[in-house]
């Protein structure tokens, strides 16, 4: 099955102490990217990456960390979590067009419920 | 850079009626405008979108109508059912640039039987 697995699903955890929330695809997508979810505020980009090698940050990248080493796994790391970073994550794919722009037609992972306490 | 808004953030309609969200854009070269559907526990999903060269967008009981002169998109859903209960998400963008999506803040549409 065509899918974005996110783990862990729930994660509590103390200020300060390092984590990381795994991303893969298996569809071969080149394109990967997190968001946080808050209340009233939607969905907000942390990083994206447009292939193996190649991120760049959204707008809200303050306190994350992101790698692409291989094409299916984006990891989130969070160097030093704060209360602030408490918050709904989700982790996206897509694949490249034809002219190499971005297919917005997202493939969401089932989200990471992080409290940081 | 580019900023949505959306409205309402709450919407309850009685099954069988229609909901209708709406969002403003602020970047005139915003060209591409999708919805997203997020049901409870999972993450959103593209339902439809419109590209700047259309006015109108139908897809069964959901549809999508821009307006680019007054920079704003609206999302009707008709005969709603209790399924269509979820957390609905405006975005825009402008495709063909490699620019990053830009979302709403969210509805949540509650749909009473």
């Known amino acids: 099955e065509a899918q974005v697995t996110q783990n862990p699903r729930y994660l509590i955890t103390v200020t300060g102490k390092k984590l990381t929330v795994t991303c893969s695809q298996n569809?071969?997508?080149?394109?990967m990217s997190w968001y946080r979810q808050d209340p009233g505020l939607g969905l907000r980009q942390i990083y994206y990456?447009?292939?193996?090698?190649?991120?760049d940050k959204g707008d809200v990248p303050e306190g994350y960390k992101v790698s692409r080493k291989e094409k299916r796994n984006f990891p989130l790391i969070l160097e030093s979590p704060s209360p602030n970073q408490t918050s709904l994550y989700f982790c996206?794919?897509?694949?490249?067009?034809?002219?190499?722009?971005?297919?917005?037609?997202?493939?969401f992972g089932s989200g990471t419920r992080l409290t940081v306490v | 850079g580019e900023n949505v808004e959306q409205h309402p953030s709450t919407l309850s309609v009685q099954e069988g009626d229609s909901a209708v969200i709406k969002c403003t854009y602020s970047?005139?070269?915003?060209?591409?405008f999708p919805w997203y559907k997020q049901e409870l526990g999972k993450g959103p999903q593209l339902i439809i979108d419109?590209?700047?060269?259309?006015g109108e967008k139908k897809d069964q009981r959901i549809a999508v109508t821009l307006n680019k002169t007054a920079k704003h998109f609206s999302l009707h859903i008709t005969e709603t059912q209790p399924e269509d209960s979820a957390v609905y998400f405006c975005?825009?963008?402008?495709?063909?640039?490699?620019?990053?999506?830009?979302f709403g803040s969210g509805t949540q549409l509650t749909v009473l039987p």
């Open positions: 996206a794919s897509s694949p490249r067009t034809g002219t190499g722009d971005i297919n917005y037609g997202y493939t």
């Open positions: 569809m071969n997508h080149e394109y």
């Open positions: 970047d005139s070269a915003s060209n591409y």
């Open positions: 419109i590209r700047s060269n259309v």
């Open positions: 975005a825009a963008t402008v495709s063909g640039s490699a620019r990053q999506l830009t």
């Open positions: 990456s447009m292939n193996v090698e190649v991120t």
